[in-house]
Nanobody
Framework: VQLQASGGGLVEAGGSLRLSCAAS????????MGWFRQVPGKEREFVAT????????QYSDSVKGRFTISRDNGKNTVNLQMNSLKPEDTAVYFC????????????????WGQGTLVTVSS
């Protein structure tokens, strides 16, 4: 599975961005998907995940209530709506996919996409 993330950019604090991740094949519809982020010099951290049918999702405490993950299996895409952005949300965001939900939650998805940079100015 190849994953292509897009939608990053520069936004002021309090603003919003929507990230999208397109998967290369329809079989990804059965996979759990997730978003992670990484700041240079720090470990990659879990942001959000969603199961194969969108019925189950989980967020890190730092983004809960501000970010929303969703998926469109008809288009093989997963999205991350980011609202009320803060400077500390600045990072490279990666989408990922795993055959099992717990794999993604544990930070061990099988497939990774390239990152997209999100910069939040204060």
């Amino acid at each position: 599975v190849q994953l292509q993330a897009s939608g990053g950019g520069l936004v002021e604090a309090g603003g919003s961005l929507r990230l999208s991740c397109a998967a290369s094949r329809a079989t990804s519809r059965s996979y759990s998907m997730g978003w992670f982020r990484q700041v240079p010099g720090k470990e990659r951290e879990f942001v959000a995940t969603i199961n194969w049918n969108g019925g189950l999702s989980q967020y890190s405490d730092s983004v809960k209530g501000r970010f929303t993950i969703s998926r469109d299996n008809g288009k093989n895409t997963v999205n991350l709506q980011m609202n009320s952005l803060k400077p500390e949300d600045t990072a490279v965001y990666f989408c990922a996919a795993g055959q099992e939900y717990h794999e993604v939650v544990a930070g061990k998805p099988r497939w990774w996409g390239q990152g997209t940079l999100v910069t939040v100015s204060s």
